[in-house]
């Protein structure tokens, strides 16, 4: 019976890669502590939160254990299948909070763009290597386009902050993929230039939000007061924080967001700097095996994959980070692994499946 289970253990345990499990698992712990808390001990959302816990690390082992080739023939139906979800949502998605961004399946709502996370670095990687050894600036233009769909449909939502993060993402794949620096710059400076241009296309909320990044006085108990309170709730914290279940603009209800978006300033104002630099310390030593990982990549296909996915979890770490501690416009990211959301969650884990199956799959060559 012990060789049974040893046996079993063994060959599910195969293709995971245990550190990088172990440190995810770490950062959920965390999410799932912070959020118990930040939901006033809501045992059914902490439960939910769980479950999508549990069918995530289903998905994430079934993926480690495809070769990174096969996972590539998945990639034009999978993004095809992106982008008529983003249209679907256009046409009669879910509307919460003025935003129409989920689909309703009956049993559970879906984000479609949580699943642009993956399909759109997926389908870019695809096509490089494709073409790989005679990438040319036609290919550049061609993966531009290809970014510039979904992209598009999910600042429609309106979600801008998602659209610009995804298209983050695909922007990786272009710079893993050899786009070159010039043409980087040249991006750069027209995305400048085009400022005002963008500016006439954004909603007034999202106006609202970047005025008062630039100035926080401005509108403290309206469009500010989002930023204004995750910074209390930062500060007050201090060094060690208040106590689990103690955060007082946590539990008098001042903390808007508490359980998606602004959970970091939960998570701050409970465990104060140490718990917020061992939080820190975790998101780097998941960056830093995913850096490994494409480093030791021997495709091309496996390395823009586990570049993008690396990259994907250091921007919106980075990303909510800044927004809940006053240094970057609120834009409505959720800190990956800890804020709730199961469709959010199951995009993480497939892309932490994808590291796995880079990492297991790789071709070992002598030297």
Do not use: C
């Not at 961004?101 to 879906?110: I, M």
């Not at 309170?229 to 060094?239: E, H």
């Not at 979890?313 to 609120?330: D, E, Q, W």
Request: aromatic fraction near 12%; hydrophobic fraction near 55%.
């Amino acid at each position: 019976m012990v060789n049974f289970f040893a046996k079993a253990w063994e060959v599910l345990a195969r293709r995971i890669d245990g550190f990088l499990l172990a440190v995810a698992l770490s950062i959920v712990g965390i999410g799932l502590v912070t959020l118990f808390s930040a939901t006033d001990q809501n045992l059914a959302r902490v439960s939910t939160q769980a479950t999508s816990l549990a069918f995530s690390l289903v998905l994430m082992w079934v993926v480690a254990n495809v070769p990174p080739q096969t996972l590539s023939r998945g990639a034009v139906p999978l993004y095809v299948a992106g982008v008529l979800m983003l249209i679907s949502v256009a046409l009669f998605g879910t509307v919460v909070n003025g935003s129409r961004r989920w689909l309703n399946l009956g049993f559970a709502r879906f984000q479609p763009s949580e699943l642009m996370k993956i399909a759109l670095p997926l389908m870019l990687a695809w096509y490089f290597q494709k073409f790989e050894g005679r990438i040319g600036w036609r290919d550049f233009a061609i993966a531009a386009a290809l970014i510039v769909v979904p992209v598009y449909l999910i600042k429609r939502q309106p979600d801008l902050g998602t659209a610009l993060l995804i298209g983050a993402s695909g922007f990786y794949v272009l710079y893993l993929a050899g786009l070159s620096w010039k043409i980087i710059v040249g991006l750069g400076a027209a995305g400048v230039a085009a400022a005002p241009l963008v500016w006439a296309h954004l909603v007034d909320y999202q106006r609202e939000r970047i005025l008062t990044f630039l100035d926080p006085a401005r509108d403290p108990l309206g469009a500010g007061y989002h930023s204004s309170q995750a910074s209390i709730a930062l500060g007050s914290g201090g060094a060690v924080g208040k106590g689990w279940l103690n955060g007082t603009q946590t539990h008098l209800d001042f903390l808007p967001e508490r359980h998606t978006d602004f959970i970091f300033a939960v998570y701050g104002e409970e465990f104060g700097l140490i718990g917020n630099a061992v939080l820190l310390v975790l998101y780097l030593l998941l960056i830093g095996r995913g850096v490994m990982i494409t480093a030791s990549a021997s495709t091309l296909f496996g390395r823009l994959m586990a570049g993008a996915v690396t990259l994907m979890f250091f921007t919106y770490a980075f990303v909510n980070m800044g927004m809940v501690s006053g240094i970057l416009p609120v834009v409505g990211v959720p800190l990956p692994l800890v804020s709730y959301g199961g469709t959010a969650l199951v995009s993480l884990f497939i892309g932490l499946g994808i590291l796995m199956s880079v990492q297991a799959h790789r071709n070992l060559v002598a030297t």
